[in-house]
């Protein structure tokens, strides 16, 4: 994953970012907008506030459109990416984030973040693109791991298997086409674009042996499935 990711930081790390941006012409300050907003509308449809004084771990960071608003609303935010580029263009992008640690993850667990050390995760559109869902239950254990009891977690899943599959020999061939001329994405094809979906009740399951409790969920059954956990007092790190 780490090298399709750094080709996608180095192709255009706005579009793999938010795709429903123009390729290779963004709009950068609709993105860096965007990333409040989405921010502010994911902590609302599940209920939660950030405090002053929360330490946050961001799964997924890319180049820091959400971390930018996390940062704001909370103490400071370690952000997680499992691509070097992205985490250099990250840096580059928001020099005055002084309470951010850009981390660079193994995309499988949230090493090197310490057990018990944070007062919530966040994470969106990047549980999606794991090519197996044994990898997104994988950072549900491992959320189980760092929260301090009491903490939340907030992410997104896709809960819609269709979405994963490859598409049309048509639809690939004219995208094939189109990248190799220069006039469209690179990588669509990729496992690590495609993607996978998380079934919700085995979430739960793997939820409950981490010590953490689901809340809350908005959207099951679709590719953009909001979850909120909590860990419970007596969860073992």
Do not use: K
């Amino acid at each position: 994953m780490r090298e399709f990711w750094d080709a996608r930081a180095a192709e255009d790390a706005y579009y793999f970012v938010d795709n429903r941006l123009a390729y290779s012409a963004p709009d950068a300050e609709a993105f860096w907008r965007g990333g409040e907003e989405l921010v502010a509308e994911v902590l609302g449809l599940l209920d939660l506030t950030v405090r002053p004084d929360d330490e946050l771990v961001e799964i997924g960071c890319g180049i820091g459109r959400l971390t930018r608003p996390l940062a704001a609303r909370g103490a400071s935010v370690r952000a997680l990416d499992v691509s070097p580029r992205m985490l250099a263009l990250a840096r580059e992008h928001n020099p005055r984030l002084a309470n951010v640690d850009w981390v660079l993850g193994d995309g499988r667990t949230m090493s090197p973040i310490a057990d018990r050390s944070t007062d919530g995760c966040f994470s969106h559109v990047v549980f999606q693109h794991l090519p197996d869902p044994a990898i997104a239950l994988g950072y549900v254990r491992e959320m189980g791991r760092v929260l301090r009891p009491g903490a939340w977690a907030a992410f997104q899943v896709s809960n819609a298997p269709q979405v994963h599959r490859r598409p049309p020999l048509g639809r690939r061939a004219r995208g094939f086409l189109d990248a190799a001329r220069g006039r469209g994405p690179r990588g669509q094809g990729h496992r690590a674009w495609r993607g996978s979906a998380v079934d919700l009740e085995l979430l739960r399951v793997v939820a409950a042996e981490a010590g953490l409790e689901v809340e809350r969920t908005v959207g099951a059954g679709t590719q953009f499935c909001f979850v909120r956990l909590r860990a419970q007092p007596s969860a073992s790190a």
